[in-house]
C-alpha cells in the first residue's frame, strides 16, 4: 500500500475493524507556492473541491460484509498537537496538465469560517468489486482556523466504522475463478485481506462459459483466432459477434446491448476477461461525465468493467455522470484492441501471442524508461513529470534496469527511441500531450513519442507495456491517435497501451489525481506482481478509489483506457529474469510466478537461492493448508528451477511457497482444469 502513516487494525469481536491512526508531528512537511502554505504527509491527498482549503487527508478502505454498507465513522481523538506559527493554507488547484496555473488563486467562502474542515471524515463510499463489498473513506488528521491561521494535527486517534445492514441488497453468487481472481486482486487493495474470503460473494453452481471472450464483428474472427487458440489453453476462450449480441440482447444501443452481454456473461456465465475489437463506433462508449463545468464527452471502457447498475440512473441517455449511480469498481477486466482493419487486427495479435509464446529472453524483460518532462515551469523550481517517475522508481526492485530521463529548465535527453528499440518492459511518459503523442516541453526537439517518431521504433519482439498521465494521446475518436499507432505498429512499439481519453489532471504544488493512477499502476504491476495487464490496470484503478480521495479522480478513472489484451502476462512475470551475479543481493530466497499462470497441468517454478542450504518448496490452498509439496532437501546458490504438476488440483487460486534457513518468499499461482 501507498500509505505510510501508521494504521493498526484492531478486530472486534462482531468482525468490524476499528482503525488506530497515529501519525507524528515531525512527518508533516511544509513548503510555500505563492505565498501560501503547503501541508503535506507521506502518502496523504486533499479530498477537497478546487478552491477549499487544500489539507491532506489519509485514505482507508476495508471489505466488509455481504448486504451492509459504510453508514459512518466515529472518531475517539486520543491525542493532538498545535502547530507553532500562523498559517495561509494554499486553496486546491486543479487543472488540466496543458493549462497555465492561473496569477490568481481562487478561494472558496470557506476561507471566511473559524474552523475547516467542518468534518474530518469525508468522502464515505460502499461500492461493490466483483461481489466483494469495497468500504472507504478518508480521514483529515488537521483542523484549520482561516480567520486566525492556528494549525492543529490529530496525533493519534481511534476511527469507529459505523457498518449497517441494508435488506435490499442483492446477493452476489459467482464462480471459484471470478472469487479467486477478484480475492487475488483486493488483497492489496483493502486493509482488511485476512477477511476477503469470509466477506467473499457465494459460490456459483458449475458455469458453462468461459473466463475470457473476444467480441468482435463476424468479419475479423480469422485475424482473432491464433489469440483465441492461445487463450482457450491458458484461461478457456470463447468468440462473440458483435452481430449475435445485437441480435439476443436489448438495450437502447449498441453499447448498451454489449454491456447487458457482458453483465449477463459475469453474473451467469463465469465470465472474468473480455476483450472488446472496434474503432470509434458502435463500441465505444461516450461518457458525459461533467465535473465543474467541464464535459468529458470521451471514450471510457469502464462502462463495461463496472458492471453494477446501468450507468444511467438518471434515464437521459448521458452516461457515466456523478448522478448515474457509479461506484467505479471493476467487476471484470476490459482491453480493447482499437481497430476495424484486418491487416492492423492481425499485428496486434501477432505481437500479442508472440508477446506469450516466443519473447527472447534478456534483461529487456526487467528494464523500464521514464520520461518526465516539464508540466508547470512558471513558478521556480516549477512541477516537472520527474517527479511521479521518482515515485514510480520507489516502487521498482533494484535489481531491475530503470533508464531516467529528465527535462529541466536548461535541456532534455531525446535518446527515448534508442532506449525502446533496445528493450525495454515497461514505459510511462510523463509530459504534456494530444492525440498525436507526448512531448518535452521544451524546444528543439519537443517529440517523446508521437506520430512524428514512433514509426523509428524497431523493438519488435520486445514490445513495451506503455502508461501515461498525458492529455489525449488515447483519444480514439481522433484518426489513428498514437496510442492505436504504437499497437498496430508492425515493427514494434507496443503491447499493451494506457493512454487518456480525455484530459489528464494535475493539482500543482500537489500529485495529482493523475499522477497517482501513474504511481498505483506501476506499484500493483511490479511491485505487487498483478501480472496480468487488464487486471493491473483495474486494480490500480480500484486501489486509487479506495484508498485516495482527490478532485477529478472521476474523470480519470473513467478516461485512462487499456489498449491490449486484459488477460496479457506481462513479460518480467512469465519467468524470473535474474543474473548469476545480482544472486548475491538477496539475503532470503526469490522464488517468481509459474510459467504458465494460470496454470494447466504443469508449468515451471523458477527461484533463486542466496546461499546453499535445505530449502522445502510447496503449494498452499487459500486457508493456509499445505496441498503438496514439490521438493524437500539441498538447494544451491543461485538460480534453479522445478517442474510442478497441478493435474491433481482443483481450480482455484494457491500459493507457491519456499522456505530455508535464510527466509521465504511466496508467490501466487491460479490452476485451470
Avoid at 459505523?162 to 441488497?169: G, K, L, P, R, S
Avoid at 472469487?179 to 483486493?186: C, D, R, V
Avoid at 487486427?345 to 528494464?367: C, D, F, H, M, R
Amino acid at each position: 500500500m501507498i500509505l505510510l502513516v501508521q494504521a493498526i487494525m484492531v478486530l472486534l469481536s462482531i468482525q468490524v475493524a476499528d482503525i488506530s491512526f497515529q501519525i507524528d508531528s515531525e512527518v508533516v512537511e511544509f513548503s510555500t507556492f505563492r505565498g501560501n502554505d503547503v501541508v503535506s504527509i507521506p502518502g496523504g491527498a486533499s479530498p477537497f473541491s478546487e478552491g477549499e482549503p487544500s489539507l491532506p487527508a489519509v485514505g482507508y478502505s476495508m471489505v466488509i460484509p455481504q448486504g451492509t454498507r459504510l453508514e459512518g465513522v466515529e472518531v475517539e481523538v486520543v491525542s493532538e498537537f498545535v502547530f507553532t506559527g500562523i498559517y495561509n493554507i494554499i486553496p486546491v488547484i486543479c487543472l488540466p496538465l496543458n493549462q497555465p496555473i492561473p496569477s490568481f488563486l481562487s478561494r472558496s467562502p470557506l476561507y471566511s469560517y473559524s474552523s475547516f474542515p467542518s468534518n474530518s471524515i469525508q468522502d464515505l463510499n460502499t461500492g461493490d468489486k466483483t461481489g466483494f463489498k469495497i468500504a472507504s473513506f478518508s480521514f483529515v488528521p488537521f483542523a484549520w482556523n482561516p480567520l486566525t491561521g492556528k494549525l492543529s494535527l490529530i496525533t493519534e486517534a481511534i476511527l469507529k466504522p459505523v457498518i449497517i445492514t441494508v435488506d435490499d441488497e442483492p446477493r452476489y453468487h459467482l464462480s471459484e475463478i471470478q472469487i479467486n481472481t477478484a480475492i487475488s486482486a483486493l488483497r492489496s487493495v483493502v486493509s482488511n485481506p485476512e477477511m476477503l474470503e469470509m466477506y467473499s460473494p457465494d459460490l456459483s453452481p458449475a458455469v458453462d462459459g468461459a473466463p475470457w471472450v473476444v467480441i468482435a464483428d463476424s468479419s475479423l474472427l480469422s485475424a482473432l483466432e491464433p489469440l483465441i487458440e492461445l487463450r482457450a489453453i491458458t484461461h478457456g476462450s470463447s468468440f462473440k459477434s458483435t452481430q449475435w449480441i445485437y441480435d439476443n440482447y436489448e438495450g437502447y444501443d449498441t453499447q448498451e446491448k454489449i454491456r447487458n452481454y457482458l453483465k449477463d456473461a459475469y453474473l451467469n456465465q463465469g465470465l472474468v476477461y473480455a476483450l472488446i475489437v472496434g474503432d470509434y463506433g458502435e463500441t465505444t462508449r461516450i461518457s458525459s461525465l461533467s465535473i465543474g463545468g467541464n464535459v468529458m464527452n470521451s471514450t471510457t471502457d469502464l462502462y463495461y468493467s463496472d458492471l453494477n447498475g446501468s450507468w444511467d440512473l438518471d434515464d437521459d441517455h448521458e452516461y457515466g455522470e456523478l448522478t448515474d449511480g457509479i461506484d467505479w469498481y471493476s467487476d471484470i477486466y476490459i482491453g480493447r484492441f482499437s481497430t476495424d482493419v484486418p491487416s492492423r487486427l492481425e499485428t496486434i495479435v501477432n505481437k500479442t501471442v508472440a508477446y506469450e509464446t516466443t519473447a527472447p529472453e534478456g534483461s529487456w524483460q526487467t528494464t523500464a524508461l521514464l520520461a518526465g518532462a516539464g508540466l508547470w515551469v512558471d513558478d521556480p523550481p516549477g512541477y516537472w513529470g520527474s517527479f511521479v517517475c521518482d515515485s514510480v522508481d520507489s516502487r521498482i526492485p533494484e535489481s531491475w534496469t530503470v533508464h531516467k530521463l529528465y527535462e529541466d529548465y536548461s535541456t532534455h535527453p531525446n535518446n527515448q527511441i534508442e532506449l525502446l528499440n533496445q528493450g525495454v518492459s515497461y514505459c510511462t511518459l510523463n509530459g504534456h500531450g494530444n492525440p498525436g503523442g507526448v512531448y518535452w516541453y521544451f524546444d528543439p526537439p519537443t517529440e517523446i513519442v508521437t506520430n512524428s517518431n514512433y514509426s523509428d521504433i524497431s523493438n519488435a519482439g520486445k514490445p513495451a507495456v506503455f502508461h501515461s498521465m498525458a492529455c489525449h494521446p488515447g483519444h480514439l475518436q481522433d484518426v489513428a491517435c498514437i496510442a492505436e499507432r504504437l499497437m498496430f505498429w508492425p515493427h514494434g512499439g507496443g503491447v499493451a497501451v494506457m493512454f487518456n481519453s480525455h484530459w489528464g489532471f494535475g493539482t500543482p504544488p500537489a500529485f495529482g489525481p493523475s499522477e497517482w493512477l501513474e504511481l498505483y499502476f506501476a506499484e500493483v504491476l511490479i511491485q505487487d506482481e498483478q501480472y496480468e495487464i487488464g487486471v493491473a490496470h483495474a486494480v490500480s484503478k480500484d486501489e486509487f478509489k479506495a484508498n485516495v480521495s482527490i478532485t477529478m479522480q472521476t474523470w480519470v478513472l473513467q478516461e485512462n483506457n487499456l489498449l491490449g489484451d486484459p488477460a496479457l502476462r506481462f513479460i518480467a512475470g512469465q519467468m524470473g529474469i535474474e543474473t548469476e551475479e545480482s544472486c548475491s543481493s538477496f539475503s532470503s530466497p526469490v522464488i517468481y510466478s509459474p510459467s504458465p499462470n494460470p496454470v494447466i497441468g504443469s508449468c515451471e517454478v523458477n527461484f533463486i537461492m542466496p546461499v546453499t542450504g535445505t530449502a522445502t518448496l510447496a503449494v498452499y490452498d487459500l486457508s493456509g493448508r499445505i496441498v503438496t509439496t514439490v521438493y524437500q532437501g539441498l538447494l544451491n546458490e543461485g538460480q534453479g528451477s522445478i517442474n510442478l504438476d497441478v493435474s491433481t488440483l482443483a481450480t482455484g487460486c494457491y500459493s507457491i511457497v519456499i522456505n530455508s534457513e535464510t527466509g521465504a518468499s511466496s508467490t501466487q499461482m491460479l490452476v485451470l482444469k
